[in-house]
């Protein structure tokens, strides 16, 4: 079965093999469970094959982990079932070995860098083909394609999992295979492309002038950090932007000329400041089957809700919506964003008010136990373009119920990206220097030491970014 339409390669026909093997061991399978990770592409993961196993009347259990590390490993039962491990464990098969489960037991799916191990653990990971720009939720969706080409309503759960991880912020929409999968959704009918839309988080439920005024990929002189400025922005362009009641409107409901208006005095302020227009339009994921103005309704705020849930251990409350539950499960959901949002605002304050230790090619803060670590990463992110965004951030924090380790959560941008940084190997290879371990992506990774070790952690972390700008040749000064 072909899932992209341009002339198959030797490595796209391996792919589809993977995956077609994967297909067939789970529908061998007597019983199944899924030991999955708790963020949006994690728990759409989840959704997807849970889903897709139990439309073949194979009974199924699901769990969901943090991190895979020893602690978590004594959730997964020792029992007959298929062990699928989703967004996770390709690079923790060591860990899985010395579990004592069996190549027999065990099915990867995966797109993190995998990790040598002597058994020879039968996995279907995306990298392995030089797919770069896929989630695991990509690929579950093509293991269930697999199972039963019937099912591309679940195309919807993959692009929520594929944007959530960010595979669409690189080139400001999904691309290559994950985009393909777009297509499915759209055939099915849940999924809407638009393809040169404004590049803002929010477009469905946040008043335009707020929706610009938090947005800064890209950054947009005069606009970019302050909605009151934001809003004096769009005064001044006649646009109208509260509708009759007297409710502000969102972008989703400006009308297309207004539109057009406010992408045009946009572009010439950002021209007008020097910087480049490219990132000011990208292809927006919305879904028509959910109501207008709620964060369900598009795939960035949709795997926001997600990642609200699993950040604060309600990762199962995520699932029930992405099957379709939208009672009870929602309206838990709804709190938990709510309060997700208000941590992250704290978590922010801090680390601007507080201010980080500065290092030649890197800045970091130890926030310890202040903050829980499952939202350190994000406020990392959001803190970056409003510290020196040429330069990598780290926040260290500390694990309530694992003293004896900390967590590192570490995020760049595209612009170091492209000048040769690679978090994911940065901190694989600082971690294993002291006894811990990490992984991740180029742009966003994590690791878990040993508590007291972080001072030298970190100055190999810097060493080595210090290499990989050298190696790219360009530096960032």
Not at 290 to 300: F, K, Y
Not at 466 to 475: I, L, P, S, V
Request: aromatic content about 6%.
């Amino acid at each position: 079965m072909v899932y992209w339409y341009s002339q198959r390669t030797t490595m796209e026909m391996g792919f589809n093999r993977d995956l077609r093997r994967a297909a067939d061991r789970i529908t061998d399978a007597g019983t199944v469970t899924i030991i999955s990770h708790i963020d949006a592409d994690g728990i759409s993961t989840e959704a997807i094959l849970a889903q897709a196993i139990a439309r073949e009347e194979i009974p199924v259990e699901s769990i969901f982990v943090r991190q895979l590390e020893p602690m978590a490993m004594r959730h997964v039962p020792r029992d007959d079932s298929l062990k699928i491990f989703a967004d996770l464990g390709a690079g923790q098969q060591n860990l899985i070995e010395e579990h004592g489960l069996s190549a027999d037991e065990v099915l990867i799916i995966d797109h993190h860098v995998s990790q040598p191990c002597g058994t020879d653990y039968q996995q279907v990971n995306c990298l392995d083909y030089g797919i770069t720009r896929m989630s695991a939720a990509g690929v579950a969706y093509l293991v269930a394609k697999m199972i039963d080409p019937t099912s591309i309503d679940l195309a919807k759960l993959a692009v929520i999992g594929n944007v959530g991880d960010m595979m669409a912020r690189e080139h400001c929409g999904l691309v290559g295979p994950a985009r393909e999968i777009v297509q499915d959704g759209v055939e099915y009918g849940n999924v809407i492309v638009r393809e040169r839309d404004l590049n803002c988080y929010g477009v469905s439920t946040r008043p335009l002038h707020i929706c610009l005024g938090y947005n800064d990929d890209p950054y947009i002189d005069g606009i970019s950090n302050s909605p009151n400025a934001a809003l004096q922005f769009l005064e001044r362009l006649d646009v109208e932007l509260k509708n009759p009641q007297g409710g502000w409107l969102v972008w989703e409901e400006v009308t297309f000329d207004d539109k057009r208006t406010i992408i045009s005095a946009l572009t010439q302020q950002l021209i007008a400041h020097g910087r480049e227009v490219d990132r000011l339009l990208s292809e927006t994921y919305i879904f028509p089957d959910e109501p207008e103005r709620t964060p369900l309704r598009n795939a960035s705020e949709y795997a926001t809700l997600l990642n609200a849930c699993g950040r604060w251990a309600k990762p199962k409350v995520g699932a029930r919506i992405c099957r379709g539950e939208r009672g009870e499960a929602y309206r838990e959901a709804g709190f938990m964003l709510a309060h997700h949002r208000s941590v992250i605002r704290d978590l922010l304050t801090y680390i601007l008010d507080t201010g980080v230790a500065e290092l030649s090619h890197m800045q970091y803060i130890n926030t310890a136990d202040r903050f829980p670590d499952t939202i350190v990463g994000i406020g990392a992110g959001m803190a970056l373009s409003k510290l020196d965004w040429r330069k990598p951030i780290m926040v260290l924090a500390a694990l309530v119920d694992e003293p004896d380790v900390t967590k590192i959560s570490m995020r760049t941008n595209q612009w170091a990206v492209a000048r040769g940084v690679d978090l994911q190997e940065a901190l694989a290879l600082a971690s294993a220097e002291v006894g811990g371990a990490g992984g991740g992506h180029k742009i966003a990774a994590g690791a878990f030491i040993p508590r007291g070790r972080e001072e030298e952690f970190v100055d190999s972390v810097n060493r080595i970014l210090e290499r990989q700008f050298a190696t790219a040749g360009q530096d960032d000064s």
